[in-house]
Structures are given as structure tokens and as C-alpha cells.
């Protein structure tokens, strides 16, 4: 490429392009799968599909549920939120999952998320149940 | 349940006659401390704390007991701790304020701890700035009266619940004030039990949040200004009578969010400026009766999967949109309901319309796929639009039409608040 605006412009189009995850705006978003406003931000999590377009989910049980039901979809980008710093959104497939009647996530699948198996175990001790994985745990919610 | 409280009620008062006692706290008694009190205090007796400020963080009410505040004794979490819990049967907490809960990620301190018991009582309790006001586990048969539970929740996500039941079973939840707070009442898996008589108001997300909860009824409660409006998900057999629903705008806010209601009443309610009045999602057998829709966006949205829903002697009047449904729903049935837009006319002066008159707008279907196109609500277009399509539907689904609409309002619903029954005010009365 010569001409540096059509480079610019080039990359401002590819840019537009890449699928890309939104922040949830509490209190005002509501859930796409049973429509409540999501206000928990470390149960929150988000679906980004090839496209780009985003779907906001109050729980992880939620989008599981979600992943169940809509089949035809592809998504580039599975999002949830550390349970300790529900700030920064984590890949789920790399998240380590706890599963404890002490930890009520807002639809009642008690699951939370945690960047590292440390982590996960840390609260398990703490709170009791179990620890899964990505595979696991939509194993679980899937039946 | 009046039945029950009536056999503990002479039950205490016959243990009362032959021995139990009353502790004074007070700042300057020999017993200054709430918690001594207790400790001090035989199961059936009366601990009455006088005015003060009691800071002694978490106190657990272990034996049966009533503990009476005079004045307004306020107890102060210094926002550490949770303040009150109640692990005995038969106990009643009465007249106090109560203060500060520190706000917690891991643990859902409450100012009230209902820890597996029956027979409570929790009555005119003033909670201030809680994180979890009221928070009753796998308790019943309880009553929950009178409580002002205020928090200071505005846009942060950090707040719990102002009246939280799990797991309880049969308990009235009557005349509190709840607001500020995530969810003003919250019930999770709470079977037959009355909420009545309530005031919800500026709560983060619902006034009121049922999940999977069956055979209850809320009647005369009034949800107003939150963030949400109400949600009522995942349960059976509910009766919803004489509430007002008022003034819950928000692109997810709904006067009355139904998803999953099965074999449920929705009887004289008011809703009024609302986003959207009543949203149902795959609710079925849901009757709909002397429901008064004024001035909301949407009156009524009905998405898919909502079968035999009848609905009958509504009062539409001055929505931008009264009817959207999205299902193919069978067997549902919208005759005889009062529509201010109706624009037919009773030739025969029966008081119902000779023409049919089909509630929902081209231009409603229009919005509901791209919200976008709203600014166009007022033009000239959508005018031509949904006139053509009133003369030959052909979007909207053809079996939502109402084929005996009224041409007057129905009279006036009754939504006065009855006289309540105060179960337990005698009891209260006897002891303070």
C-alpha cells in the first residue's frame, strides 16, 4: 500500500469488522435469555458471534442455557466475568467453574467463574461443592 | 396460618401467666447490653431494650423469645457485621432501628436473619442503609409486617435485597415500605404465602422478583419508579390482584414481566406509564380480567409461546401501542375489552361495537423488529401503514382481535385498600 489513507482507511474497515466485546451497562441491560436486567456483575457474562453482534447474559447458567437453544449460531467469543474482579472479561473456555449452594448466582445454578484453578479452589474451600471446566460444566447445564 | 398463630398466641400467654419474665436493657441498667440480655433471658421471655444506640455486632437469638424495642433503640452494625439472626422458633424482633450492614461479595449479610425457623414475627422495624434488609432461609409460617427497609442504592450494583425469602413456606409479607435497595421483595422457591399492601418504590432492579415460586398471591401492593418494574418468572398458580404498577420506564423495564407463569389471574391491577405495561413470555393459562392499561408505551406485549390467555373487561386507554403479539399462539382470546382507540360504532346501542376492531398496529410489529424506526411513530406514513393493514391484515396475526368490544369503560374496579387484618397486633400490644 502507497497511498497512507487508503491504508488508514483499509485498517478503520477491517477494524469495524472485528468482532469485539461490549461492556454491560448495569441496571439498563437486560438479559438475552430470560430477559431480566443484569445487575451481578460477577455472574454477568457475553456471547459475541462471527459478526460481531453481542448478546448480554445476567448468569453463566444463562448462556449455557442459551448455547443449548440456538444452535444455528456461530460465536467467535465466549466472555464471562473473575468472580473476585468482575471488572475484565475472561475467556470462558479457559475459565475454571465452581459450583456451591453458598454462592447464589441470579438464576439459581449457583456457578461462578474464575480465571485460575488456584482461585476456584481458594473459594471452594471457603464455600464447599465442586470445580468443573468449560466442557464439563456446559456437560452439566446441559441436561 | 391465623389459626396457627392463635394456638402459640395462648400458648405463650399461658407460659407467660406462670413464669416468664421481662429483662430491661437499657445503657445505664445493670444490663447494658442487648446481647446479655439474651444470654440472660429463660426461653419465653420478653428482653425489652430502651432507647441507645447498641453497637455489638452480630446477635444471635438462639431461644424462643420476643425482643421488644421501645422508642426506636437503634442497633448499629458499624458496617462490619451482620446484625440480627434468628435461629429459634417463636421469636419475635419488634420496634427497632436497625443500622449499617457492611456490604459484602462473598457473603450476604442481612440486617435480619431468619436461619431455618418458624413462627416468626418481624414487625415495624425501621432497616437503614442494609446491605440484605430482611433475609429469611428455609423458614415458614411467619409474618413480616410494618417495616420500613431503606438503602441507599442508586446506580451501584453492589446492594442486595430489601425483604429476601428462600426456601420459606406460608408467610405474609404486609404494609412494609421497601426501597433503594437491588430487589424491593424477593422471593426464591417461597411457597403460599401473601404479599399485601406494599410500597416498592426507586429499587436498582424489581419491586417485586419471583422465582420458581407457586401458589402465592400479591394484592394491593403499589410497585412504583424502579429500575425494572416488576418480575414474576417461573411460577404457578400466582393471583395478582388490585396492584398499581406505575411509572417503570427503561429500555428493559417492565410494569409486569411474565416468563414461564403457568394457570395464573392478573385481576384489577393498574398499570400506568409503564415502557411496557405487562411483557408474558411462554406463560400459559393466564387469565387477564378489570386490568386498566393508561398511558404506556406498550399496553401489553405477548411473545412467543403464550397459549389459552384470556383476556376480557380491559380498559386500554391512551397507549401508544396497545396490543403487540409475536406467537401463534392457539386458543388465545381477546373479546370484550374497552379500547380507546376503537374507532367502530353500536348501531344497536348494546354497548358493544358492531365492526371487530383489531388492536394491534402494522407499525407495532414494525418497531418490535427494528426499534430504531420509532422516530417515525407520529408520521404520516405509518398512519397509511397500519390503516392499510386494519382494512386487509395481512403482518399481524389474524387471530388477535377482539370481536365484542366494549364502547364505555367497565366501572371502576374496586382498588381501594381493604381494612387489613392485623393478625398480630394484640399480642404486640399486650407486651410493650
Known amino acids: 500500500m502507497k497511498n497512507p489513507i487508503l491504508l488508514l482507511l483499509a485498517s478503520i474497515l477491517l477494524a469495524s469488522c472485528q468482532p469485539s466485546s461490549q461492556p454491560i451497562a448495569y441496571g439498563q441491560d437486560e438479559c438475552a435469555h430470560c430477559k431480566m436486567a443484569i445487575v451481578e456483575a460477577p455472574f454477568a457474562a457475553e456471547l459475541v458471534t462471527k459478526k460481531g453482534k453481542v448478546f448480554k447474559f445476567d448468569a453463566i447458567e444463562c448462556m449455557l442455557d442459551y448455547l443449548r437453544v440456538q444452535t444455528d449460531m456461530e460465536f467467535s467469543m465466549y466472555l464471562v466475568h473473575d468472580f473476585n474482579a468482575p471488572t475484565e472479561w475472561l475467556d470462558a473456555m479457559h475459565c475454571k467453574y465452581l459450583v456451591s449452594e453458598e454462592i447464589k448466582s441470579p438464576m439459581g445454578g449457583n456457578l461462578s467463574a474464575f480465571g485460575t484453578e488456584k482461585a476456584a479452589q481458594d473459594v471452594q474451600i471457603i464455600k464447599g461443592g465442586e470445580t468443573y471446566d468449560w466442557a464439563s460444566v456446559a456437560t452439566l447445564f446441559r441436561k | 396460618m391465623f389459626r396457627c398463630f392463635l394456638v402459640i398466641t395462648l400458648n405463650l400467654l399461658g407460659q407467660a401467666v406462670i413464669w416468664a419474665t421481662n429483662i430491661v436493657v437499657c445503657p445505664t441498667c445493670a444490663v447494658f447490653s442487648v446481647k446479655e440480655g439474651i444470654q440472660l433471658a429463660q426461653a419465653c421471655d420478653t428482653v425489652t431494650v430502651s432507647p441507645g444506640t447498641y453497637s455489638e455486632g452480630n446477635i444471635l437469638i438462639d431461644k424462643e423469645l420476643w425482643l421488644i424495642g421501645k422508642n426506636w433503640p437503634v442497633l448499629d452494625g458499624e458496617g462490619k457485621t451482620e446484625i440480627i439472626t434468628i435461629a429459634a422458633n417463636h421469636v419475635q424482633v419488634v420496634g427497632f432501628q436497625i443500622q449499617h450492614v457492611g456490604t459484602s461479595y462473598t457473603e450476604d449479610r442481612a440486617a435480619i436473619r431468619l436461619r431455618e425457623v418458624s413462627d416468626f414475627c418481624i414487625k415495624n422495624n425501621r432497616v437503614v442503609n442494609a446491605f440484605f434488609g430482611i433475609y429469611g432461609q428455609q423458614s415458614k409460617n411467619g409474618i413480616i409486617e410494618g417495616n420500613t427497609v431503606s438503602g441507599e442504592a442508586k446506580e451501584e450494583v453492589s446492594s442486595g435485597n430489601a425483604i ?125 380480567t378489570k386490568n386498566s392499561f393508561v398511558q404506556n408505551g406498550w399496553a401489553m406485549r405477548i411473545s412467543g409461546g403464550c397459549q389459552n390467555l384470556k383476556m376480557t373487561t380491559n380498559n386500554f386507554i391512551g397507549n401508544s401501542f396497545d396490543l403487540a403479539v409475536h406467537t401463534s399462539g392457539v386458543d388465545n382470546n381477546f373479546d370484550g375489552n374497552f379500547w380507546s382507540d ?84 394484640s399480642v404486640v400490644n399486650r407486651k410493650s
Open chain 2, 164 to 288: 429476601h425469602l428462600w426456601y420459606c413456606d406460608n408467610v405474609l409479607i404486609f404494609n412494609n415500605l421497601t426501597q433503594g435497595h437491588r430487589d424491593g421483595i424477593y422471593l426464591e422457591f417461597v411457597n403460599g404465602s401473601t404479599i399485601q399492601g406494599n410500597l416498592s418504590e426507586h429499587n436498582v432492579r424489581y419491586g417485586l422478583h419471583f422465582m420458581f415460586s407457586n401458589d402465592n398471591i400479591y394484592r394491593q401492593n403499589t410497585f412504583r419508579s424502579n429500575g425494572a418494574g416488576v418480575a414474576v418468572m417461573f411460577s404457578k398458580r400466582i393471583g395478582m390482584f388490585g396492584n398499581l404498577f406505575e411509572n417503570n420506564w427503561g429500555a428493559a423495564a417492565y410494569g409486569l414481566l411474565l416468563k414461564e407463569i403457568h394457570d395464573s389471574q392478573i385481576e384489577g391491577n393498574l398499570f400506568k406509564e409503564n415502557t411496557v405495561g405487562i411483557f408474558a413470555e411462554t406463560s400459559n393459562r393466564v387469565v387477564y
Open chain 2, 342 to 425: 376503537y374507532a367502530g360504532y353500536d348501531l344497536d346501542r348494546n354497548g358493544v361495537g358492531d365492526v371487530p376492531h383489531r388492536p394491534m398496529k402494522l407499525f407495532s410489529h414494525v418497531v418490535s423488529q427494528t426499534p430504531e424506526s420509532m422516530v417515525l411513530l407520529r408520521s404520516l406514513f405509518v398512519d397509511i401503514l397500519n390503516f392499510s393493514e386494519k382494512v386487509s391484515p395481512i403482518f399481524t396475526p389474524e387471530n388477535v382481535v377482539d370481536n365484542q368490544p366494549l364502547i364505555t369503560k367497565f366501572t371502576t374496579y374496586d382498588l381501594r385498600f381493604t381494612q387489613p387484618q392485623r393478625l398480630l397486633s
